[in-house]
């Protein structure tokens, strides 16, 4: 199966630092970019990751506080002059298109482009992204404002042809594609040969889901049950553990106690607070809970395989 | 006299590089912060040159191209959490508050100071800002919208006191703050002392001017001349001259040809393209025509000086 990777542009929280960018990660899915937040800076990282603007089609968009949409309007300037065309759909609260068009009809009229805003409910779950090979849904949070995270999940793939067999019951090449589909194959004398036979399983369908800014929510468990990278909002660390309940945000080992009970391989923190000067802190307090955790960082690129 | 500061925050144009953040400068007068322009991820470049949030009470906007205010709304969103409190003041075309305002009510409500706008209307010169030591006025410059630069400049200081001609005179400490501001002195026995026995002149007043953008404008001249430091869009070289005219820009060549003919002291030049790797030709066309001319980059800090 294709490519599947998570790039991380900004992964620090309300106060950028020397350190950190807002939240902004893109996900390059068989060479389509998904964008999930854009916080300010966001084109600067997409060039310095060497990211190709012309790619990108969709931006996810969390939920409407600066640190997480601060970079649009200079990122779709900048689209402009570089002369980008594809269409460019925003998912998004649905307050966001109200916020936004002005800004777009006033800094960037005469776009060679058109700029959608789709809106995402908060609050629930449900599929809204759609393509021939991936499947978007939206992932209740539990914030200050209304919040969605967000669950990449590939479609389910072809089977794999088993060459021997192929050849030992000369298959015709114009018969495989049904047979990857999962077909039995009729010989030309009329025997049946089951697909099992002729074939391996499909690939496990990867799965990303993105869950920031959010309190603890074990109502999450379920959906992103297994999934073969969680990243997850650790804001703070068990020192201020009041203050993550106060604002809506997660300790670094509430982010790990949601990856284990949820039985995800890999849990991936982020969205620091600016008050650590590093978060090893916050690394150690995640691992005590769950070992695989591991923080996110500026230009890290993660390839989620299988 | 105090200090008198040019920090560059960015010096790049519309479009942002790996090596150019878009326009923002800070000027330091007296430990007195006054912001030109805002560009995207200027807040992220005022933390890097470790200036003081605190400090800043005015910006000034040249004019609503993105590439000059992007970066207004992320930095005050900082602003409010980082828990400044003093008024902020936007002196920026009249239809700066119509735009920003309604981001300033939607990102950041609960302000702890208010943020008020105050018009600079384009197309003219007027002091658009006084305080005891400093006067700023719009310059008229020619671009695609409506554009001002500004031209700040020190009020005229106290006179300097000979401390040998106070002793000689016996002058009473009560009398010298008039003396500084040119009084004479009458002594006890009824002799006056002309205030030129007793005083060196008043420091000349730094004078620093900010030109972007603009086409080449002769119209400058008159009001810029023999300032201590001119800022000058160069946002082309030669070879894109025929494209500075129709954007409504400058060439390095034509900033320097108005320092020459305005008889400033220094040239700074800025706003560069990014079809540019790097400025050495800008800067060499430049000297052909005004040998003082040198390059803006981030995070240089320039001292003005008598």
Redesign the interface.
């Given at each position: 199966m294709g490519k599947f990777e998570v790039n991380i542009l900004g992964c620090g929280s309300?106060?950028?630092?020397?350190r950190h960018?807002p939240s902004t990660q893109i996900l390059n899915i068989r060479d389509n970019l998904f964008m999930i937040d854009c916080g300010?800076?966001a084109?600067?990282q997409f060039?310095?990751m060497r990211l190709k603007f012309t790619r990108l089609g969709h931006i996810f968009l969390s939920h409407?506080?600066?640190?997480h949409c601060?970079?649009l309007?200079?990122m779709i300037?900048?689209f402009a002059?570089?002369g980008r065309t594809g269409e460019l759909v925003i998912h998004a609260h649905p307050q966001a298109e109200q916020?936004f068009r002005?800004?777009l009809d006033?800094?960037?009229r005469d776009l060679p482009f058109t700029v959608r805003f789709e809106p995402v409910l908060p609050n629930r779950t449900e599929v809204i992204y759609e393509d021939k090979s991936i499947r978007v849904r939206s992932l209740p949070m539990i914030h200050r404002v209304p919040c969605s995270g967000f669950l990449f999940e590939e479609k389910v793939g072809m089977r794999h042809l088993l060459g021997d067999m192929m050849n030992f019951y000369n298959v015709p090449v114009y018969r495989r594609a049904a047979i990857k589909a999962g077909e039995d194959f009729v010989t030309s004398d009329g025997r049946i040969i089951p697909n099992s036979y002729l074939t391996t399983p499909a690939d496990p369908p990867l799965r990303y889901a993105y869950c920031s800014d959010t309190a603890y929510n074990e109502a999450l468990l379920p959906i992103i049950e297994g999934v073969d990278l969680l990243y997850h909002e650790a804001t703070f660390g068990d020192d201020a553990e009041a203050l993550a309940k106060e604002t809506c945000h997660s300790t670094a080992r509430q982010a790990a106690i949601i990856a284990r009970k949820a039985g995800v391989k890999q849990l991936l923190l982020g969205h620091f607070s600016a008050r650590y000067e590093n978060e090893q802190q916050l690394l150690e307090q995640a691992r005590e809970e769950f070992a695989p955790s591991f923080l996110a960082r500026e230009e890290l690129k993660i390839i989620l395989g299988r």
């Open positions: 309300a106060l950028p630092t020397a960018y300010e800076g084109q600067i060039r310095r409407l506080h600066g640190d601060f970079g309007i200079g300037s900048t002059l570089v916020v002005p800004q006033f800094f960037c």
